[in-house]
């Protein structure tokens, strides 16, 4: 089954046309590595799926599982099923992570015809969740992601993407900033959470992660468009030859 | 003289007959009165505050036969447990029937003031209008010269008051035009410990009024007294308050003042310190709507070396609504290792809606560390769009940041069921913020 497919996707912000006619499709249950050098477009990417309103689409289609992603909310493309783990998880003081998670919880299961929980049956689901990311109960009466280091905003992205159990899951550098143990766990995480059902976009500068998460395809975006698809021997000879290898066989600027 | 000025002096109720002490204090606060009037927004201390309106109306005396008011009604204004001592005041009038007052320790104290001043006694003379200075301001003068009754709450040496007091004031239709001018009096003593909460609210939610307030507290040395208030006035009512504190040798104050109510609202908070090692905290959280106004002027006085305050006060604006803050800190040359941070956050949710902000810190002494920071803002996209790639929609993730934005200040309240209160009417008030 086709989960995603992008077809010559265009994007801007303001007067910068960053995204070029980019094209992929993901099936169910394949992890697709998207790799490339900082300023390629690779958040971008992620942003526009996840329906960022800071970008304009400018031309181009994307369905997902059959809808047409473009034409929805951002709370709608994470009701249908689409999750972003972000590169630089937000803060928000003044709201425990307990009830954020919660809320974010209860709207997807209403979106799916399931019923609310209340916060005594939530922390039973969440106990299973927070053994995913090997976190404690004391995270979630911290306020959103204020104050976290690095590694914990990292984590609590996919406690949420445990929690949430999306359809596509697209991970925005959740690599970076990671020493070795947290890095495992991140991705030992994610490695948990695959199923044949449920796709991955992992997005990363390097290759490290990709040890941990074996992909099934690998592609290099530069300049705003992928320059070049593979399997994950793709993602070594990158790490041996740099990107400039791609950016020079492909004529964009580095 | 004008006849704005004999409406002025006209304004000035009969006080209660007083302790002979007293009698010369408010008739020279009439005096002053007299002389001064009401402040104008010529005044720097005012200039940011429409007051203009007050001096043009032709107040009433308040009412001497209150207003109805039931338990039933008072219901939705009373929170925290039952056992808590509960002080109700109907347009400005001491109601025995719907008050709660339990068993107090020993040689605590906490009822009407008006009742202490018939008594006499020398607990009035020591702190009753020791605290507050008359010439604050007009309004202050006024109720000098005019207060008739308050809640009084006094805690021996080494006491805890382990219920909370409540404070509530209720206004009803019968207070319509008129001027109610209390006085509340905290005393805490050495060592002692308690928790105060004053409520401001309405059963008649369109009627003009002007609730012209003083606090006066005392935080003796070693004591620990937290100090909420909750203003929810008519939003056609005045509502001008200063609260003046005191703070003794390794005294623990920390006050909470929330303003929701009021076309025009102000709350000056004064904190002297006076003495070392004196720890002040200050929140507040204003929320306006419509054409309301509300202003908050706080003023720390760092006299003595080795003292820490910490204030923030955050504001959320919609509609046409204003505020003002300003945020003095005074540190004296001797007062060295003072530790001061003041800090205004205001969220604008109107294009139309605006605040005035100034922190002024006047400080003559060289080993400090001082700060001070000021913000008006929007709420953010980023975070917006966060809380919407999880699912939560457009308008749930909008009243959740506002939320936030609030909590963040109301999780400093120490006491819990004062912390809920707070949380349920931001929530309340968000269900109709546009
Ligand atoms: N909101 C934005 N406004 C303007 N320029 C942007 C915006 N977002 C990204 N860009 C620009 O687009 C390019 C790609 O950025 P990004 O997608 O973050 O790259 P990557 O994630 O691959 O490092 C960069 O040149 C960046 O400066
Ligand atoms: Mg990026």
């Known amino acids: 089954m086709t989960m995603l497919d992008i077809q010559d996707l265009r994007a801007t912000a303001g007067d910068a046309e960053i995204l070029k006619g980019i094209s992929l499709t993901i099936n169910a249950g394949e992890v697709h590595a998207v790799m490339g050098p900082n300023g390629s477009g690779k958040s971008t990417l992620a942003q526009v799926l996840a329906g960022h309103p800071s970008y304009t689409v400018t031309g181009g289609s994307v369905t997902f599982m059959g809808n047409d992603l473009l034409d929805m909310e951002p709370e709608e493309r994470a009701r ?3 999750f972003l783990a972000f590169q630089y998880p937000v803060e928000i003081p003044g709201v425990t992570n307990a009830y954020f998670l919660r809320a974010a919880y209860n709207e997807i299961r209403k979106a799916r015809g399931e019923e609310e929980v209340d916060p005594m049956d939530f922390l039973d689901v969440l106990e299973a969740k927070l053994k995913i990311v090997e976190w404690g109960p004391e995270i979630m009466s911290r306020a959103v992601n204020a104050g976290f280091s690095g590694g914990e905003k990292k984590r609590n992205e996919i406690l949420q993407l445990a929690l949430l159990e999306p359809r596509l899951a697209v991970l925005d550098e959740t690599d970076s900033g990671l020493d070795i143990d947290a890095l495992r766990i991140v991705a030992g995480g994610v490695n948990k959470l695959r199923s044949t059902g ?54 964009v600027p580095a | 003289m004008s006849a704005t000025r004999v409406q002025q002096r006209d304004a000035i109720p009969l006080a209660p007959s007083g302790p002979g002490w007293l009698e010369p204090v408010r008739r020279a606060a009439g005096a002053l009165f007299a002389r001064t009037g009401f ?30 008011a039931d338990r039933t009604a008072l219901a939705a204004f009373r929170f925290g ?17 719907l008050t709660t007052i339990g068993p107090l320790p020993r040689g605590a104290r906490v009822g009407s003031l008006r009742a202490a001043l018939e008594e006499g006694g020398d607990l009035l003379r020591d702190h009753l209008t020791r605290h507050a200075p008359t010439d604050a301001s007009g309004f202050t003068a006024l109720n000098t010269a005019s207060f008739t009754d308050g ?5 021996p040496a080494g006491a805890d008051l382990d219920r909370p007091v409540h404070l509530i004031f209720v206004t009803t239709s019968a207070a319509a035009d008129a001027a109610l001018h209390l006085r509340n009096l905290l005393v805490v003593e050495r060592g002692a410990r308690a928790n105060v909460i004053e409520s401001y609210v309405t059963l008649a939610p369109g009627t003009r009024y002007l609730a012209n307030l003083v606090t006066e507290v005392s935080v003796a040395a070693g004591s620990w007294l937290e100090h909420t208030r909750i203003q929810r006035e008519s939003e056609r009512a005045y509502h001008i308050a200063l609260t003046h504190v005191d703070q003794h040798r390794d005294s623990h104050y920390r006050s909470f003042s929330m303003a929701l109510g009021g076309a025009l609202a102000r709350h000056n908070l004064h904190a002297r310190l006076n003495d070392e090692n004196v720890e002040t905290l200050l929140y507040g959280l204003y929320l306006t709507r419509g054409e309301q106004t509300a202003d908050s002027h706080t003023a720390i006085y760092h006299d003595h070396p080795n ?14 609504s204003r505020a003002v803050f300003n945020g003095k800190v005074f540190v004296k040359p001797e007062a060295q290792k003072t530790d001061a941070k003041q800090t205004n956050r205001n969220l604008l949710l109107s294009d139309t809606a605006k605040v005035d902000t100034k922190p002024q810190l006047e400080i003559f002494a060289d080993d400090v560390k001082c700060t001070h920071g000021a913000t008006v803002g929007r709420l953010d996209d980023v975070a917006l769009f966060y809380a919407r790639s999880r699912g939560i929609g457009a308008e749930a993730a909008r009243r959740l940041l506002i939320y936030a934005f609030a909590a963040e200040v109301i999780d400093e309240v120490a006491l819990e069921p004062v912390r809920l209160e707070l949380d349920r009417l931001v929530l309340e008030r968000l269900g109709t913020v546009g």
């Not at chain 2, 402040?39 to 005012?46: L, S």
């Not at chain 2, 003292?307 to 046409?320: A, F, N, P, Q």
């Open chain 1, 80 to 82: 249908a099923g689409l």
């Open chain 1, 198 to 251: 449920r796709s991955f976009i992992v997005v990363t500068h390097y290759q490290r992660m990709l040890n941990y998460i074996v992909p099934d395809h690998v592609h290099v975006l530069a300049g705003g468009r992928i320059v070049k698809s593979g399997d994950k021997a793709l993602a070594h000879e990158l790490e041996a030859r740099g990107y400039e290898w791609v950016e020079a066989l492909h004529g």
């Open chain 2, 39 to 68: 402040p104008t927004q010529r005044d720097e201390e005012w200039r940011f505050t429409p007051v203009g309106p007050i001096a043009t109306v032709a107040w009433q005396r308040s009412p001497t036969t209150p207003g109805a």
């Open chain 2, 81 to 97: 447990q039952p056992e808590w001592f509960t002080l109700v005041f109907v347009d400005g009038v001491f109601s025995e029937e």
């Open chain 2, 151 to 155: 809640g009084l709450v006094y805690v």
């Open chain 2, 307 to 320: 003292c820490r305050s910490w204030e923030v006060y955050k504001g959320i604006l919609t509609d046409r």
